[in-house]
């Protein structure tokens, strides 16, 4: 009988570490609590949901990395991988700024901010009209250029030429 005691009085004590270590998960995943709707696993190893959102209106498609419901709605989080930038690259801000606007036009409801998870941080943010509008304005100058013959590099990072499937027949590719 003494066993049996023992036995529970271990569990219990494997329960609560188990139950402390999940704790220290999920804050680490850069969740917010509430409850996961939509995840893009690209490794088919876990599908809530693999559809992207739509919207006909914008002409625009995506598929955020997560959704999670919270009392404040839908809230997009988008992971990366690479280390912690001093700020967010507009290029991320963009990312998620497109992902708040699909949520908006598939549920009538905009999203308060969305997430961005990087290595070491995460980031909370808003989805104000000026993220908006940067976001309007950048995909009209992205469907205008695909009408140009000639659209110049806008950047000046060699890695990025370095990656592009487009350098060698870029005349102005960094190397």
Avoid at 36 to 63: M, Q, R
């Amino acid at each position: 009988m003494l066993w049996l005691i023992g036995i529970a009085c271990l569990l219990l004590l494997l329960g609560w570490l188990l139950l402390r270590r999940s704790n220290v998960l999920e804050r680490e995943s850069g969740l917010p609590r509430g409850r996961l709707v939509y995840a893009d696993d690209p490794t088919g190893a876990w599908h809530i949901n693999d559809k992207p959102l739509y919207s006909a209106i914008h002409n625009l498609v995506g598929k955020p990395d997560y959704l999670v419901k919270t009392r404040k709605g839908l809230i997009p989080v988008e992971v990366k991988s690479a280390p912690t930038p001093t700020i967010p690259y507009l290029g991320h801000l963009l990312q998620l700024a497109a992902y708040c606007l699909l949520i908006e036009e598939t549920t009538g409801q905009a999203p308060p901010h969305g997430l961005l998870k990087y290595a070491d941080a995460l980031y909370e943010v808003d989805f104000t009209s000026e993220l908006r509008r940067e976001l309007l304005d950048t995909l009209t100058e992205m469907r205008q250029a695909r009408l140009s013959e000639n659209v110049s590099r806008s950047h000046s990072q060699t890695n990025r030429c370095a990656a592009c499937g487009l350098r060698h027949v870029c005349d102005e590719a960094l190397m």
